[in-house]
């Protein structure tokens, strides 16, 4: 029998149906690759008995003709998410070992179809990173190794200090990693300003952002309330929009969502392009762009030609002041957020001589250093006397960004194409210390379309020179990412699959 980890979400699926396998099987193979995988610190906190209940419990299910549209699909749950009874705790200290008495909704969707929870996934601190090096339980490794690596120097420095291994992107790394190191058949992710997109193109899978307000925010621990997205990270197209079927959904307990039917993402997939209108902006052919990302930009181009649409130059004029807004957007609503963070109501709490000192005590031994730079610098664009010169500014910067996109929409055009990320993956240790400002140009192309609200889909386009992949990314009208599964799986069916060979 092949590697039941390997396969596909969709492949594993047939097999259910098939009775090739039961749940139990397929769940069984994804703990012991998981266990046999610790090193790469995709997983902060393991579920096998609970794994193994669910799956059996959808054995049953199945054998009682009661099958959900993912049953019996085990999947790895971002620690962002909270699942009621299982610590969850946003890769951060200050939730210590925070159990919730809720689940939340996205997740409430998926177990209600049938899917198995593995365990929780690392991420960064919060959600607030591009490496998952800001996580505070360390760093997660990118299953892939650049094709010229010696494997026993990978596995050397897997048990030391992994300085020369490469990230897996961020925030989502654990649920990158996992999903391309076939520890999960798809992960649970979050995105405020790039953390689906950015870890799918380091890591070779596939990630939506889904259109604000698409999937409920509900039990997720929030970042920057309003860019905050919920969304899946898969090994193919087809399996990012069977699982967007079961995450996405109108629910009462949060106000941004949005109440519209949710389609049957997966039709979508494999459905002719044949003239739609992509847009090409010229504004994201940034400075010093590696040729390398140029190439698979045109190449990404060229494909979707060949299968009828058509291509155009278009302009969004003000692309170049998304990322200095959104990093004073995001950790303002972030330093809002975190302010529930104080010891009294959860996790950790350092007592002190009074209650303002408990507070201080409590904050300063439990969030990390770059959440504690988000609330510093939320708090001072929010002050008085810099809320107009920055955080109003940033809103209506915001507004002139999201106009550029519904210009481009009403003058024709489907979608647009943009490189994922400026680079492939960097290593550990290589950016984290280095100027932040460094690790924010990460986000380059990805945060104009938290900041416009719009769908996203990052996947894979060709590899770079050391045999690393590269992403693209399909940028949507509101609501429409069904025309981004059909353009993405034409790109897809092209590339192909960019897999990890394993090595750890
Ligand atoms: N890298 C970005 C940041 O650090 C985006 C993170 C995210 O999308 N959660 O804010």
Not at 10 to 30: I, M, N
Not at 290 to 315: F, Q
């Amino acid at each position: 029998m092949t590697d039941l980890t390997s396969l596909t979400l969709t492949e594993a699926r047939k097999g259910l149906v098939d009775k090739t396998f039961t749940s139990v099987d397929l769940t069984k193979a994804h703990l012991a690759a998981m266990e046999a995988a610790r090193p790469l610190n995709a997983y902060v906190l393991e579920t096998p008995e609970k794994a193994l209940a669910m799956a059996a419990a959808s054995d049953a299910r199945r054998t009682k003709g009661e099958a959900g549209r993912l049953e019996g699909i085990p999947l790895g749950i971002k620690d962002l998410f909270a699942t009621e009874g299982t610590r969850t705790t946003a890769s951060s200290n200050i939730l210590g070992n925070f159990i919730p008495k809720y689940e939340s909704t996205v997740t409430s969707q998926l177990w209600r179809d049938g899917a198995v929870m593995l365990g929780k996934l690392n991420n960064d601190e919060f959600a607030m990173g591009s490496s998952n090096e800001t996580s505070a339980f360390g760093p997660v490794v990118n299953p892939h190794l650049p094709a010229n690596w010696d494997e026993g120097k990978a596995r050397a420095a897997l048990g030391g200090d992994k300085k020369g291994l490469l990230v897996p992107g961020g925030s989502s790394g654990g649920s990158s990693a996992a999903v391309a190191a076939n520890l999960c058949l798809g992960a649970t992710a979050t995105d405020t300003g790039g953390s689906i997109r950015q870890p799918a193109a380091f890591t070779g899978t596939v990630g939506i952002k889904p259109t604000y307000g698409r999937c409920s925010r509900w039990g997720i621990v929030a970042f920057a309330s309003s860019l905050d997205q919920a969304g899946p990270i898969a090994k193919t197209v087809r399996d990012c929009a069977a699982l967007m079927t079961s995450m996405a959904g109108h629910d009462a307990k949060d106000s941004t969502s949005v109440d519209i039917a949710v389609p049957d993402f997966e039709a979508a997939v494999g459905k002719s392009v044949a003239g739609k209108t992509i847009g090409i902006p010229r504004e994201y052919r940034v400075e010093g762009m590696p040729a390398e990302i140029e190439a698979l930009w045109k190449k990404g181009a060229e494909m979707l030609r060949a299968a009828g649409a058509k291509v155009v130059d278009i302009s969004l004029p003000h692309t170049k002041y998304a990322l200095p807004a959104y990093y004073i957007v995001a950790p303002a609503e972030a330093s809002s957020n975190l302010a529930r963070y104080d010891g009294v109501r959860y996790g950790v709490r350092v007592p002190g001589k009074d209650i303002a000192d408990l507070y201080e005590k409590t904050r300063a031994a439990g969030f990390g250093r770059e959440v504690k730079r988000r609330i510093m610098i939320g708090t001072y664009v929010l002050s008085a006397g810099y809320y107009d010169a920055y955080y109003l500014r940033a809103q209506k910067i915001r507004t002139l960004i999201k106009r550029d996109f519904e210009l481009a929409y009403a003058a024709g055009v489907d979608a647009i194409l943009t490189p994922a990320t400026p680079s492939a993956a960097f290593g550990i240790a290589e950016m984290a210390d280095a100027d932040p400002v460094q690790m924010y140009l990460n986000d380059v192309f990805t945060v104009t379309v938290n900041m416009a609200g719009l769908p996203g889909l990052a996947l894979p386009g060709g590899t770079d020179e050391r045999g690393l992949p590269l992403g693209l990314q399909l940028i949507g009208r509101p609501f429409d990412e069904e025309t981004l599964f059909s353009l993405g799986s034409v790109i897809e069916d092209q590339v192909g699959r960019i897999t990890a060979k394993r090595w750890w």
